[in-house]
């Protein structure tokens, strides 16, 4: 590894498995003082303890992402253990597959809170701390279904469209106090999450079929190219990278 993150604070919201768990680690050996929020106590424990049993840096941080208090003490907990966080990977995130229809408010102000809501109150609980430390990077985890409409995903497509315009704004009102903000946004991925799509999809009569998957992006994604891709952002390297859609998907909105 080239230590691209080496000795920042940085925070990864939804980061005890999946896309997160792969950036924790990823940042980690980049030399990244990692901080993993998540609900999930004990794979975010677990995470961490595997981080700083391979010689980074880790503490877990229990966390509902949708929930003020919580956030600034998760963000609190970062500060103290590592000092201000400036670099921020806001991935926390989740779907409801179903026939617009038969979605209900309920489903509406879950996927809203999971889905936004976390962006908006873990992006303004950073940010002050980036701003004194002399700026910082954020990635938001958007998705194609910003962009590609899916039946049976009304309400995802609307969250990740939020998303999509949340990290745009983001990065054009605080470029000039030295933070970037940019959206990775994937396709199909081979997690839990993203097995869990397909499954939900094919329910409801939408071809997510291996063949359809295929034909749209070649292959399922794995965590760690988003992982990846989330790590450039953060990194140096994207320096003059500002507001900007960075797409996982193997060609799938190209087509």
Request: charged content about 20%.
């Amino acid at each position: 590894m080239t230590g691209r993150l080496n000795g920042r604070s940085t925070l990864v919201s939804g980061g005890a498995d999946g896309c997160g768990a792969a950036a924790a680690r990823i940042f980690a050996r980049e030399g990244a003082r990692v901080t993993i929020v998540d609900r999930q106590r004990e794979k975010g424990e677990a995470l961490a303890a595997d981080i700083r049993a391979g010689g980074g840096e880790a503490i877990f941080a229990e966390a509902d992402a949708s929930k003020r208090d919580a956030v600034e003490a998760a963000v609190a907990a970062a500060h103290q253990a590592f000092g201000a966080p400036t670099a921020l990977f806001n991935h926390a995130g989740s779907i409801v597959v179903k026939p617009f229809l038969e979605t209900s408010d309920e489903d509406y102000d879950w996927l809203m809170d999971v889905n936004v809501r976390s962006m908006f109150l873990m992006t303004r609980a950073v940010l002050p701390g980036m701003i004194a430390a002399g700026g910082g990077a954020i990635v938001c985890t958007s998705s194609i279904s910003a962009v590609a409409a899916t039946p049976a995903e009304v309400l995802y497509d609307m969250t990740k469209g939020a998303v999509h315009m949340f990290a745009r704004a983001i990065g054009v009102e605080f470029r000039d106090k030295g933070v970037r903000c940019n959206a990775v946004c994937p396709g199909f991925i081979a997690t839990a999450h993203g097995n869990r799509e397909v499954e939900l999809l094919t329910a409801h009569g939408v071809d997510a079929s291996e063949a359809a998957i295929a034909a749209g992006q070649g292959r399922m994604c794995r965590p760690e190219e988003v992982a990846n891709a989330a790590l450039f952002l953060l990194s140096d390297e994207a320096s003059f990278v500002n507001g900007a859609h960075l797409f996982v998907d193997n060609g799938f909105t190209a087509i």
